[in-house]
């Protein structure tokens, strides 16, 4: 492989096929991987995360957003994150079927990788895959996560602008949805708001943003029949709006940090292996007097 | 206070007043907090995680499973973990009032601490109160969390054995609950079972929980409606079967080695605080150039 300075030039002069071998460099640790994010010359591009329940249309969603930025002339790679359960292949199948009439576009650059690791989560590349993109030359980048457990909260430490997808449902829906996930949306989208219920539905949501008292910014409901690219407009609107806000600045800064608290801890703690763990702990569990914060003295100290 | 040894007797002795006081030590992390949970003598004592959206109906089913047991003689503490969020305030204070008829019961502990800290997680400090729990004179662990973002997942690591308890709402509900939320079940409670969608509601659970293919342990679907008392027999039994059959010692050493993980990283991230990056990170990250991986190097090498 070249050196990194030269790969650095050639991701920014748009060779999508290095960017994709960097990319698989860093999901999959292979040599050098550190190196060559330690050498990437990130740009601040802004990042665009788009979460929700499945079958919310957040990828017909993303499709009209690809569609509209693409005739303002604007560069777009999206990262699609995969939930490695069984239960969602058939839809994102689906979703990625629809997503690829973008494909032949030299100016969209679309990534799938799944989501390995901690239950439901992001795959733990994926703030490294982001600043890959970053590193060459994108406008936008879109990072899409199926909204099953803690994805949706940890979209939000990767985006600079969280835009969170929901369908109107029956009246219960609201207390159902986790107030976690609420919170971390900086717009919310109610998606088929041809839906009978979508009026009522909407104005609860917007009741709920109303209530978090942010001085810096309230989140805006936007209404949107994807299927029929209504409401695309009106998302980018609010999405340029944001990212010019006051909040960005104070959001990103939050974001960096939690990401650099992250490497940090990734780098500390490479030495500990769960399994390794597991192993030794599997006959002390079970004798009298074992105390695990004395364990952990142990191996800490 | 007296020495730690004292401390471990008089726990193990039932001074409820004491555990009090050792829990909100550990909970406010004062003095010595440390060395009391390093002194514990802490006993497996079976702990049983109860999760659920709000409104499933959890807090009644508790309130039946401590009569049941109370009944048979078995001491129990109950451990409820307060989402932070302001979302379910009101329908927390209600099912505090709900438990409350256990309160002049000698043999019924109740505790409730706020979670704090992460969005929608656990309180960082559940496992410790859990621990502290384990070293007085009970014979049975009840925790209950509100299913919001990651305390599902975060209780899974917690119990020996995990009831999610679900009620029939529309078709769809199932694709819209989170994948990995269904994936941390040992057993599920179908609550509200006189629904008129109660019957086809339980077969998909059981159809998903059949899908997992765990040769240890399918998780059974237990129908209950918790306002008449009906089925907290037959999840009684459910508990029993897990915490006798072969799958809970697995399911245990990988929770002490989860819990292991965790403090270890608690006790090797102490010195960084994120508040104290963010202020390092805030003029930095608008800089031409500033790359976070070398960032990091520098503060980890």
Known sequence: MKSFSAISQQLRSG?????ARCISMVENESEGWMDLLQSLDVTPVPVIGITGPPGAGKSTLISNLVQHYSKDGKKIAVLAVDP????????????????????SNPGVYIRSVAARG???GLTDKAMEITDVMKAADFDLIIIETVGIG???TEIASLADVTVLVLVPESGDEIQTLKAGVMEIADIYVVNKADHEDAEKFADSVLWMSQMKHNAEWTAPVVKS?????????????????F???????????????????RLIARERMKDINKSALAEQLQQKINEKGFNLYKFVKSIVS
């Not at 060779?15 to 960017?19: A, M, T, V």
């Not at 029949?225 to 709006?241: F, P």
Request: proline share 1%.
């Open 118 to 120: 901690s239950l439901g």
């Open 225 to 241: 029949i994807a299927t029929q690219d209504s409401g695309t407009k009106e998302l980018i609107e609010n999405i340029g709006a």
């Open 15 to 19: 060779d999508h096929k290095l960017l």
């Open 243 to 261: 990212l010019s806000s006051g909040a960005v600045n104070s959001k990103r800064t939050l974001l960096f940090a939690e990401k650099a608290y």
């Open 150 to 152: 803690q994805s949706e």
């Open 84 to 103: 490695s359960s069984p239960f969602h292949h058939g839809s994102l199948l689906g979703d990625r079927l629809r997503m690829s009439l973008h494909f």
